[in-house]
């Protein structure tokens, strides 16, 4: 029973000294029950589960029965939280090891929601059900987006109660990842100011992320320099989709360029640059506007991090460093103008693009538009009428669209395509999502396996998807919870 699933483990990070982690397992839960599965990820991972009967299934994936070669950590780490830096840590998760693919490609395997650990401060290490669905929902949504992310592997009931403002039901999610390093784990053996602790994270990160910096003169600067570039095509894509992080503190901040930890986040309905779902968030820090930038300020904490190593000099090492993070509006507004014109069809170079571009997306603010249908209805694809697009400005801005797309000298399939690579057709609706989850609370699953396979093809027009297409009717303002 110990492996037989295909379970391949190689745990580089549990090698680390002690200072990076804490050798803890997960707590043993009641009465665990496997709800979901992933098994198109888990035939990615090459893991052979069709033989296995979903008890055992449900002891592997709570933590009641580790695999042979797991050894199961909490990860240190920091992180400024709205601004404000705190030592921080796994408080209720466990990585139980590094997986190696039949590719040999290393994947963390994380249970979230198992238990206390030394890193829980006043937290009962556990989880409940409904945010534990909602970052399958929404992170396999995110996967299929076509944008880096942590993945979910399996959704387990504990079969135990736990407490937040009432009781709910348990449940333990795992997690799959590239790894859980963050700019958090920076900030925490940085702050412990020990050069040659650093110098080790520094090594393993390259090692395992970047192995083709390993000989670079200066290979703490090329880090530097290839983490603000993952990260800048990371949020690029947010900012494409509509996709609000709502708590992008330096911990929730992957190294390697991945959506990690799908706490209050949601999807933008009507478009809105200052749109916050968080219900903690009340200044906007993380609005949907904000996000290019606070991914710039966090960055700029991993460069203070790195210091001590770019140059013995440390007034020349943050003048370098400097530099490096302020090349980031630059390649940003690069970057999005360009998202941009292939959301829209345009190909190749008008000095208009960008007023073209801003003058739809202030008559959508003005207007109060559902971002995502307004280029689904400029794809000419099926989508109920807003009586807005007969409105005099949009039509006249329309025309101009028109003509720019004219002077592509491309077909009108070369840039139609271009707008259906770009252009989601259905993407996780709040609402509709929160009703799923209502629905899975009371014991219907069914609603939330129908989202994640209508979501598992978010490019692709079909008749189902019509009633996931709408926004809510409801002028009830959306808020989301720090519960995952």
């Keep these: 029973m110990k492996n037989n699933i295909n379970w391949n483990f190689d745990n580089s990070y549990f090698r680390l000294p002690d200072v990076f982690k804490e050798n803890i397992s997960p707590f043993s839960v009641k009465k665990p029950n496997l709800i979901l599965l992933n098994k198109n990820l888990a035939e990615e991972l090459n893991l052979n589960l069709s033989q296995i009967e979903n008890k055992e299934l449900s002891l592997i994936f709570s933590g009641n029965s580790l695999p042979e070669g797991s050894n199961s950590i909490a990860q240190a780490y920091a992180g400024h939280q709205f601004g404000h830096f705190t030592m921080l840590g796994d408080g209720r998760a466990t990585l ?8 040999n490609k290393r994947f963390d395997i994380q249970f979230k929601g198992s238990g206390k650990t030394s890193f829980s401060r006043n937290g009962d290490g556990r989880a409940v059900l409904g945010p534990m669905l909602r970052e399958y929902v929404i992170s396999e949504a995110i996967f299929k987006l076509g944008i880096p992310t942590t993945r979910s592997l399996a959704v387990v009931e504990t079969g135990e109660e736990v407490i937040r403002d009432k009781s709910l039901p348990g449940a333990i999610l795992t997690r799959v990842a590239e790894s859980h390093i963050r700019v958090g784990t920076f900030q925490y053996i940085a702050a412990r100011q020990k050069k040659d602790e650093l110098q080790i994270l520094v090594n393993y990160v390259i090692r395992r992320h970047f192995p083709e910096l390993d000989n670079k003169k200066n ?14 095509d990371l949020v690029v894509n947010w900012m494409r989709v509509g996709f609000i992080h709502g708590v992008m503190n330096t911990d929730n901040m992957s190294i390697c360029g991945e959506t990690i930890d799908y706490g209050p986040c949601a999807f933008m309905d009507a478009y809105d640059p200052k749109t916050v779902f968080s219900s903690i968030d009340t200044l906007g820090r993380y609005a949907y506007c904000n996000q290019p930038m606070i991914v710039k300020w966090n960055l700029a904490r991993f ?12 007034k020349k090492a943050v003048q370098i460093a400097t530099e490096i993070i302020n090349t980031f509006e630059k390649k940003y507004e690069e970057k999005w103008v360009l998202m941009m014109k ?48 007969n409105d005099y400005e949009f039509k006249n801005w329309k025309k101009r669209w028109e003509k720019r797309l004219s002077n592509n000298n491309h077909t009108d399939e070369k840039y139609t395509e271009i707008m259906k690579r770009n252009n989601p057709v259905v993407i996780p609706r709040n609402h509709i999502v929160e009703n799923a989850l209502n ?39 959306y808020q989301t919870f720090c519960g995952t």
């Design 96 to 103: 139980i090891g590094e997986h190696i693919t039949k590719n």
């Design 303 to 314: 460069a203070e991090c790195l210091i001590p190593l770019i140059d013995n000099d440390q």
């Design 219 to 232: 290979k703490e600067l090329e880090l530097l320099k290839n983490v603000l570039d993952r990260q800048l």
């Design 342 to 389: 292939n959301k829209l069809g345009l190909i190749g170079y008008n000095n208009e693009d960008k007023n073209l571009i801003l003058d739809l997306l202030t008559w959508m603010h003005q207007k109060k538009i559902d971002y995502t249908n307004t280029f689904i209805y400029l794809m000419n694809l099926d989508i109920e009428k807003n009586i807005n697009f």
């Design 439 to 477: 629905f899975a609370n009371q014991g219907d699953l069914e609603p939330t396996v129908k989202l994640i396979d209508i979501l598992s093809k978010p490019y692709i027009p079909h008749e189902d998807i019509k009633d996931y297409q709408q926004p809510s009717r409801s002028n009830e303002k």
